[in-house]
C-alpha cells in the first residue's frame, strides 16, 4: 500500500486517509480482532481537528479521496451504486498478487500521452479525442480492439465503438464473423464505446461538440450494447473519465466502477518519480480497465470477476454477521432503552402484551430510519458536503460513539438527559420537513410521518445516551470490520432485518432495560418464509418480465410511430381546429407509449422486505432503458424530445430543480441523471406488494425508498402500491355482486346494487397513480387524493368484508346484505337504521377485518382490475407478473391456531387438498389475479409435483393449460439457513403441448455453481414434456424413455395395497433424545432396572424394564438384516386391546419411581418442547403414542430415507419404530408370504420407481414419503 496510512473512526465507511507525514497509522488503530479503536498506541485528534482532517480531504462520500470514489463533480453526479466495495479495494485489493506487479513504464507512458493531450482535449470532438488519447490508451493497457466493427442490419442496429482482445491471434479469429453478431462478439471480452473529451456520461450532451449524437444518453447506450452484444463486461470513457459496466448485476445502468484520471495526472510534476501513493491511485486504473484484468486464470475467473466476487463475499459476509448483531445487541439495546425509560420516568412497572408489541414495532421503525441515514450520507445523498449538515449527522454521532467507547470516556445512562436522543430526533426532523440552512429539502414520507403510531411512540419516549451509542456503534462498525452501506445493497440489509419481523419482546429486568427477544424467534424461518438468494430472485424477474417487455416493446413502437407521424403533421397544420384535434390524438398517443412500458404491474403477493421488488424495478429500468436506445438507434431522425417516457423524465428534472430552488436548496442539476429518475418512476408506477405483517410493508417501503433515493426528490408515495393484508383471505365485487339475489327480477345491477358508484369513484385514482411524485406538493396530493379515495371507499370495502365474514362465524352478515340490497350502504354509512343483530353483524365484520386483514384486490388494487379512464372493468384484467417466494407452512400448524381459517381456505381454494403446504394455495392465488398471458413465477417446494397434497394444485395447473416451466435444484439446497428441496415455477396460460423441465446436478448445494448452472440452462440441457400427460396424478419428471417404463410398471403391476394390510409410521415423542434412550446393557439387573443412556442429560441412569419397550430408528434397518435394537422407548402408556392410556403420574410415581426421577428431572424441557400450538395430554406424553397392538404382527420395516431398497422384517411385537420408519403389515391371504413381498420392495425395479416418484435428497438418498 506504499506508505499511505489511514484511520477509521466511528461511522463503517467514515474513513480518514492521511498522507505518510500524518502522526498516526492505520495498523495501530486496529485491535486483533479487527475491532476499529481509537485508543492509544496511536495518536488521538480532539473532536474539532478529527472532523476538521476528516473534510479537509473533500471525501464527502465518506470514503478515501481517489480515483476509486471520485466526488459528485467527477462522477456527473450520477447516482450509483458502486460495482466493487469501496472497504475491498482499500483492504483486500492489496492482497492480490497483480498489486505488486511494476505499474511504473505504463505510468510513465500514460503521464506523457496525458500531458501532451490534456492541453488540447477541450476543443477535440469524439474522433480526435479517440486518436489522440483513447486509442493509445488502450494499446498501452494491453489491448487488441476492432473499431467500429460491423454489426447486422446495417444502418439499423448501432454497435460500440471498440470490441476489444486480449491479442492479434484472437482479433484475427473474430475478424471474419465481424456482421454475425452472435459468432463475433462470442470471442470479445469486453467492449469500449468513447465519447469527446469530458463529455458527461450519465446525460444528454450539452457542449454542443457532437450535434449528431448530443441527444444520447452514454450510459444508456452501455445498457444497450452490453445486453445486445451479451459481452459481460463494458468500458464507457471519455478520456477524462472510465467506467467500468458489467452485464451480470442487478442494474447495469447505475452500478459501475469509475476512475478519473484527472485525479491522478494533474497535480504531478512532468517528471520525477511519482511517489508510491501516485502509483496506487494509478493502479487503481491500470488495473481494472487493462487486457489482463479480463484474462481468465488458471480457475476460469478473470481479475475483474474476482474483485467483485470478492467485494460480494465481504457483502454477504458482513450481512451475516450483522444479522446476529441487530438480533442479539441492538434491537434489545433500543427496546430496552424504551422499557427503562417507560419503567424510570413513566411508573410502568409491568409492560402489557400489547405495549410490548408497540415497543418492538417503535424499535424497528427507528431501526429504518438509521438505516435509511447510513445509507443516505454514505452514498452522499444527503448533504454530507455541508458542515452545518456534518455536525448534525449520523456519521458524526458514530464518530463521536467509538470515541467514547473506545477510550472508555462514560457515556450517560440517564433517561431524563438524553442529548444524543433528542440529537436523532431532531436529525429526523430535518430530513422530514428539510432545513435550507444545512441543505436538506424536505423529503417527508411516510418513514417520517409523525401522525404514524410508531413515530408519535418515538417522539414520546426516550433513549440514553449510552443505548443510542452502543445501538449506533454496533451498526457501522462492530461486525468486524467497516459497513460499507455504500456498496451494500438493500437486498442485502433485507435479510437481517426481515429476520426480525416475527419476533417479540419479553422483560427481564425493566429497571435495567433488559429484555430478550423470544417465543418467535426465526419464526419467518420456522414458517418457512426463507430469505431468497440473489442470484434466485435475478433470475425469476428476468426470465418472468422479458416475454412481458417484448410484448409491451411492440406496443411502445407502435404508440412512438403515431407520436412521430403526429408531430409531423403538426409542424404544418392548416387550422386551429385541425390542430386541436391532432394534439388531442398526440396527447392519446403518447399515454399508450408511457404505458406500454410504465404500465407493466407487477405484484410479489408475499413481498417481505421487498427483495423480489427491488430487483423487477432495476430489471424494468434497464430494460426500458436499452429498448428506448435500440429505438432511436434505428430511429436516428426521430428527436429524443419527441419520446414520451423521456419528456416524462425532463419533466420531473425540471419540477424538482424548481422546488429546490422554491425551498433554496442548491442541487447540481447533473446529479438528477435519467437513470435515477427513470427508476422512480418505475417503482411507483409498475410495483405491487402485499404481506400479513404490517412491519414487513413498511420494511419494504424503506427498502424502495433507499433503492430509489434521489437527491432534492422527496420520497416517492407508495401506500397504493405496497399494501397491509392477507393475500389469500377476500373476494372481489363482481363475485359477490352475483351471488347476491336482491330483487324478485334476479341479480342487481353494478349500478343498482350496494355496488353502485364503484366506478365511478376508482376515477379518483387515475392522478396518483399517474403522478411524477417529483415535488413534495406532488406526494402530499398524491397521499390526500390516496386517503379520499379510500375514505370514499370504505363502505364498499364493508361490504365485501361482511360477505367474507359470514365464513368466520358471522352467520348474520349474509342474512343483512340479502336483505337490505340496495339499501346496504346507506345502512352503512349511518344513513338508514338497522336492527341491533344487524348492527352486531357489521361490527363482528370489522373486527374480523381487523384480526384477519381481509384483502379485497381489485378494490386494494382497482387500476389492476378497472380501466380507469373509461370506469369500466378491464377488458384482461390482472398483473402483468406475480412473482415471489410465498410462505411454506403446512395447514395442520393452521388447523391447530386457527381451524376456521383453515376451512376458508379448503372451501375457496382448489388446491386445499389433503395435508396441503399453503405455498399451493399461494400458487392458485397468484393465477387468479394475473391477467391472462400474465406469467406466474415462482420459489418453492418441489414436493407438491408428487406428494399426495399436490393432487389439487396439480389439478389446477393441468386444467388451466398453465405448466410452462419447471426447474428442480433437485438435491441441491437454495437456502443456506434450511434444508428445502427446491424448485422455479413458471405458469402461463398458452397454447403450447409441451412444456420445458430441468434438474439440477448435485453440485453440492455451491452456490457459485448453482447459479452457473441456473443461467446456463437451454434446449440442450432441458427436457420437453407433454403438457397433457401432466394432470391431477403424481408428475413423472423425468425423460420419455423412463416415463414410458413407468407407465408400463403401472399399467401392468398391481398397486401395493392390494397385498398389505396397512402402511403405518412409527411413535411420535416430540423430543426424542428425552425418550428414546440408548441400550448400555441388554439385561435387566436383579431389581428388574436397565441401564440406559440418555442423549438429552448426557447421563446413564437406570429405569424400570416395564416402561421401556424395544425401539429402532430408521438407521438400525438394513437390506434384509436381522433387526437388532439398540435403543429403548420409555413408554410410560398402558396397553390393553381397547388401546393405550397414559398412566397416571401417581401411578408413575410410585410404580416407576426411577423413571419418574429422570422425567421430573427434565419437567422444564419437556412442558416447553414443541411450538405453543401443540398441546401434550401431559407434561410426560408423547405427541403420538401410536398402539402398540399393531406392531405385534411380523411385519416389514422401512426405513424412511434410504439408499437403494434397504427394507427388513421384524417379528417382535414388542419392538416399537420411530416415525422416520415405515411398517408394511402384509395381508394374511398373502399368497406368497412376508419374504416374497419383500424381495420385491428391495429390488432394483422398485428402486428405480422410487428414484422416479420419491423425493430425491443429498447424497443420493430418496424418501418414500411425499
Not at 100 to 105: F, G, L, T
Not at 420 to 431: K, T
Not at 1001 to 1017: G, H, K, N, W, Y
Request: net charge negative.
Amino acid at each position: 500500500m506504499g506508505t499511505r496510512t489511514g484511520l477509521r473512526a466511528g461511522a463503517g465507511r467514515f474513513l480518514v486517509y492521511l498522507q505518510a507525514q500524518r502522526r498516526f497509522s492505520r495498523a495501530a488503530c486496529e485491535d486483533p480482532n479487527h475491532r476499529l479503536r481509537l485508543d492509544a498506541p496511536c495518536a488521538i485528534l480532539t473532536n474539532e481537528e478529527l472532523v476538521s482532517a476528516v473534510w479537509s480531504t473533500g471525501a464527502t462520500d465518506l470514503t478515501p479521496p481517489g480515483p476509486s470514489r471520485p466526488d459528485a463533480r467527477k462522477r456527473d453526479g450520477m447516482q450509483s451504486k458502486t460495482l466493487f466495495s469501496n472497504h475491498y479495494l482499500e483492504n483486500r485489493l492489496p492482497d492480490h498478487p497483480e498489486w505488486d506487479e511494476d505499474a511504473v513504464p505504463v505510468f510513465e507512458a500514460v503521464r506523457e500521452l496525458w500531458q501532451h493531450d490534456h492541453q488540447h482535449g477541450d476543443s477535440w470532438n469524439e474522433s480526435q479525442t479517440e486518436q489522440e488519447f483513447i486509442q493509445p490508451a488502450l494499446e498501452l493497457l494491453g489491448w487488441a480492439y476492432v473499431a467500429q466493427p460491423q454489426a447486422h442490419q446495417a444502418g439499423r442496429v448501432r454497435r460500440p465503438d471498440y470490441a476489444l482482445f486480449p491479442d492479434q491471434v484472437a482479433k484475427d479469429d473474430a475478424m471474419p464473423h465481424q456482421g454475425d453478431d452472435a459468432a463475433f462478439y462470442a470471442q470479445v471480452p469486453t467492449i469500449a464505446e468513447a465519447k469527446y473529451w469530458g463529455r458527461p456520461l450519465s446525460q444528454k450532451d450539452a457542449g454542443g461538440r457532437e450535434k449528431w449524437d448530443a441527444q444520447t444518453n452514454p450510459s444508456h447506450q452501455m445498457v444497450s450494447y452490453l445486453v445486445g452484444t451479451h459481452v459481460p463486461w463494458g468500458v464507457l470513457t471519455n478520456g477524462v473519465t472510465w467506467r467500468l459496466y458489467s452485464r451480470e448485476v442487478s442494474s447495469t445502468a447505475s452500478e459501475f466502477y469509475e476512475v478519473d484520471l484527472s485525479a491522478i495526472f494533474d497535480s504531478l510534476p512532468t517528471d520525477g518519480e511519482p511517489i508510491p501513493d501516485q502509483l496506487d491511485r494509478f493502479r487503481r486504473w491500470w488495473l481494472f480497465f487493462r487486457r489482463d484484468a479480463f484474462v481468465p486464470d488458471a480457475q476460469g475467473r478473470c481479475f475483474v470477476e474476482r474483485v467483485h466476487a470478492g467485494s460480494t463475499t465481504y457483502a454477504r459476509r458482513i450481512s451475516d454477521v450483522l444479522k446476529e448483531l441487530v438480533y442479539e445487541e441492538v434491537m434489545p439495546q433500543i427496546a430496552g432503552g424504551f422499557v427503562a425509560y417507560r419503567h424510570h420516568q413513566m411508573g410502568v412497572a409491568e409492560e402489557s402484551e400489547e405495549s410490548l408489541r408497540q415497543i418492538y414495532r417503535a424499535s424497528l421503525s427507528l431501526l429504518y430510519k438509521l438505516l435509511f441515514l447510513l445509507y443516505g450520507e454514505a452514498r452522499a445523498l444527503l448533504p454530507v458536503d455541508n458542515p452545518g449538515y456534518r455536525e448534525q449527522s449520523l456519521t458524526r454521532m458514530a464518530q463521536w460513539a467509538a470515541e467514547r467507547l473506545d477510550r472508555g470516556l462514560p457515556i450517560s445512562d440517564a433517561t431524563h438527559a438524553t442529548a444524543r436522543y433528542d440529537a436523532l430526533l431532531a436529525l429526523f426532523h430535518r430530513v422530514d420537513r428539510g432545513d435550507p440552512s444545512l441543505g436538506i429539502p424536505r423529503y417527508d414520507g411516510g418513514l417520517f410521518d409523525p401522525s404514524s403510531p410508531e413515530n408519535q411512540f418515538l417522539e414520546q419516549h426516550k433513549l440514553s445516551d449510552r443505548a443510542v451509542a452502543r445501538s449506533v456503534d454496533t451498526l457501522v462498525r462492530d461486525a468486524g470490520e467497516p459497513v460499507d452501506y455504500a456498496y451494500i445493497g438493500v437486498q442485502n440489509l433485507g435479510s437481517i432485518y426481515e429476520g426480525l419481523l416475527e419476533n417479540r419482546l419479553r422483560v427481564v429486568d425493566g429497571a435495567s432495560g433488559a429484555v430478550e427477544l423470544i417465543g418467535d424467534k426465526g419464526e419467518r424461518k420456522a414458517t418457512g418464509s426463507y430469505y431468497t438468494p440473489d442470484y434466485i430472485v435475478e433470475y425469476i424477474v428476468q426470465h418472468t418480465l422479458d416475454p412481458i417487455l417484448e410484448e409491451r416493446d411492440a406496443a411502445f413502437r407502435a404508440a412512438m410511430e403515431r407520436c412521430v407521424a403526429l408531430r409531423r403533421q403538426l409542424q404544418d397544420v392548416p387550422d386551429a381546429a385541425t390542430a386541436r384535434r391532432l394534439r388531442g390524438e398526440l396527447e392519446e398517443a403518447e399515454r399508450e407509449a408511457r404505458e406500454a412500458f410504465l404500465g407493466i404491474k407487477v405484484l410479489d403477493p408475499a413481498m417481505g422486505s421487498g427483495h423480489f421488488l427491488v430487483n423487477a424495478v432495476d430489471h424494468l429500468t434497464d430494460a426500458i432503458i436499452r429498448r428506448m436506445q435500440v429505438y432511436h438507434d434505428e430511429h436516428p431522425d426521430v428527436p429524443w424530445d419527441w419520446n414520451p417516457i423521456q419528456r416524462m423524465i425532463e419533466r420531473t428534472r425540471e419540477a424538482i430543480l424548481t422546488e429546490m430552488e422554491r425551498q433554496h436548496i442548491q442541487v447540481d442539476a447533473a446529479r438528477l441523471d435519467d437513470t435515477a429518475l427513470l427508476t422512480r418512476l418505475v417503482m411507483k408506477r409498475c410495483i405491487y406488494g402485499v404481506d400479513l405483517n404490517r412491519m414487513a410493508v413498511e420494511l419494504a417501503k424503506v427498502s424502495l425508498w433507499l433503492h430509489t433515493f434521489t437527491v432534492g426528490a422527496p420520497l416517492s408515495f407508495l401506500d397504493h402500491h405496497l399494501r397491509w393484508g392477507n393475500s389469500l383471505i377476500g373476494t372481489d365485487v363482481r363475485t359477490v355482486e352475483q351471488e347476491i339475489q336482491a330483487t324478485e327480477a334476479g341479480q342487481m345491477s353494478l349500478w343498482q346494487g350496494p355496488f353502485a358508484g364503484l366506478l365511478d369513484l376508482t376515477g379518483l385514482m387515475v392522478e396518483v397513480v399517474e403522478r411524477a411524485d417529483a415535488t413534495l406538493a406532488d406526494v402530499q396530493q398524491s397521499a390526500e387524493d390516496f386517503q379520499r379515495f379510500r375514505d370514499e371507499l370504505t363502505p364498499y370495502k364493508q361490504v365485501l368484508d361482511l360477505w367474507v365474514s359470514q365464513y368466520f362465524g358471522n352467520q348474520t352478515a349474509y342474512e343483512f346484505l340479502t336483505l337490505y340490497g340496495e339499501d346496504v350502504l346507506p345502512a352503512l354509512k349511518g344513513q338508514q337504521d338497522v336492527p341491533e343483530e344487524y348492527e352486531e353483524a357489521i361490527e363482528r365484520a370489522r373486527a374480523l377485518y381487523e384480526e384477519k386483514r381481509f384483502f379485497h384486490w381489485d378494490l386494494e388494487f382497482p387500476e389492476v382490475f378497472v380501466d380507469l379512464r373509461s370506469r369500466d372493468w378491464a377488458q384482461n384484467p390482472g398483473f402483468d407478473a406475480v412473482i415471489g417466494n410465498p410462505p411454506y407452512e403446512r395447514i395442520q400448524t393452521i388447523q391447530t391456531i386457527d381451524p376456521i381459517q383453515a376451512r376458508y381456505f379448503a372451501e375457496h381454494f382448489e388446491s386445499a387438498t389433503g395435508k396441503y403446504d399453503i405455498y399451493v394455495i399461494f400458487i392458485e392465488q397468484a393465477v387468479n389475479v394475473v391477467r391472462k398471458q400474465g406469467g406466474v413465477s415462482m420459489i418453492l417446494p418441489h414436493k407438491f409435483t408428487q406428494a399426495h397434497f399436490g393432487h389439487g394444485v396439480r389439478r389446477f395447473i393441468h386444467k388451466r393449460k398453465l405448466l410452462d416451466q419447471l426447474l428442480s435444484f433437485g438435491t441441491n439446497q437454495a437456502f443456506s439457513d434450511a434444508t428445502t428441496y427446491t424448485c422455479l415455477l413458471f405458469l402461463k396460460e398458452g397454447s403450447d403441448d409441451t412444456w420445458l423441465y430441468y434438474e439440477m446436478p448435485d453440485v453440492r448445494s455451491d452456490t457459485s455453481a448453482m447459479q452457473e448452472l441456473l443461467f446456463s440452462i437451454d434446449d440442450r440441457n432441458v427436457i420437453s414434456l407433454p403438457k397433457g400427460s401432466y394432470k391431477s396424478e403424481a408428475w413423472i419428471l423425468s425423460d420419455v424413455e423412463k416415463v414410458r417404463v413407468l407407465e408400463t410398471m403401472r399399467t401392468v403391476g398391481q398397486p401395493l395395497k392390494e397385498f398389505v394390510d396397512g402402511v403405518f409410521q412409527g411413535v411420535v415423542t416430540g423430543l426424542n433424545d428425552a425418550f428414546i434412550l440408548e441400550m448400555v446393557s441388554s439385561k435387566a439387573s436383579a431389581s428388574n432396572l436397565r441401564r440406559v443412556f440418555s442423549s438429552h442429560t448426557s447421563q446413564v441412569i437406570e429405569v424400570e424394564s416395564e416402561i421401556l419397550r424395544p425401539f429402532v430408528k430408521g438407521k438400525g434397518i438394513s437390506r434384509y438384516r436381522f433387526i437388532e435394537p439398540t435403543h429403548y422407548l420409555l413408554y410410560p402408556y398402558h396397553v390393553t386391546d381397547q388401546g393405550v392410556t397414559l398412566y397416571d403420574e401417581g401411578i408413575i410415581r410410585t410404580k416407576f419411581p426411577r423413571a419418574y426421577e429422570y422425567l421430573s428431572g427434565i419437567r422444564e424441557d419437556l412442558e416447553n418442547r414443541g411450538s405453543e400450538r401443540m398441546e401434550y395430554e401431559s407434561w410426560y406424553a408423547l405427541w403420538n403414542p401410536r398402539n402398540p397392538r399393531r406392531f405385534s404382527r411380523s411385519k416389514i420395516l422401512a426405513p424412511d430415507i434410504c439408499y437403494g431398497g434397504q427394507m427388513s422384517i421384524s417379528t417382535d411385537g414388542r419392538l416399537l419404530h420411530s416415525d422416520t420408519t415405515y411398517a408394511i403389515l402384509p395381508d394374511r391371504r398373502l399368497k406368497y408370504g412376508i419374504h416374497y413381498l419383500l424381495a420385491i420392495l428391495n429390488s432394483q425395479l422398485l428402486w428405480f420407481f422410487l428414484t422416479q416418484i420419491g423425493t430425491p435428497l443429498r447424497g443420493g438418498y430418496y424418501r418414500y414419503k411425499t
